[in-house]
């Protein structure tokens, strides 16, 4: 089992590789804009702050931003204390919303594919490693 997660800095990574071995982190594009899951990299966007009380998800390069659930996407917008349910699982976290419908996932493990919110499948297009790099 997965441990739950303490407040940080961290790459959020899927725990499907793409097509060629390499690992895909959720990648902050800009205000507005959004999210994809790019190979992983050393970059300041594919970092996140996992604040304490809300459990935002903030991206380090624009923290007066964070993450939300838009139609069938997650993007970012200005910070209002939209909160998401971090939750262990046996094969890794889920990100889902406080009703347990919406999670994040990915259609296809490719890079630059769009960070898509919708039902858990149970597998793991829906399951994220925290890796922590502050």
Request: hydrophobic share 35%; charged share 20%; glycine share 6%.
């Amino acid at each position: 089992m997965t441990q739950p997660l303490e407040p940080g800095t961290y790459v959020i990574v899927n725990k499907i590789p793409c097509p060629t071995n390499e690992r895909l982190a959720i990648t902050y594009n800009g205000p507005d804009q959004p999210l994809t899951v790019n190979i992983r990299t050393d970059s300041s966007r594919q970092r996140w702050i996992v604040e304490n009380k809300t459990r935002s998800l903030v991206p380090v390069d624009a923290t007066d931003f964070q993450a939300v659930w838009d139609a069938d996407c997650a993007r970012t917008i200005r910070k209002y204390n939209f909160a998401w349910i971090i939750q262990p699982t046996n094969s890794g976290y889920t990100i889902q919303d406080d009703t347990g419908t919406a999670f994040w996932g990915v259609l296809d493990a490719v890079n630059n594919a769009p960070l898509v919110v919708g039902y858990d499948t149970g597998d793991e297009q829906h399951r994220w490693s925290f890796e922590r790099v502050l």
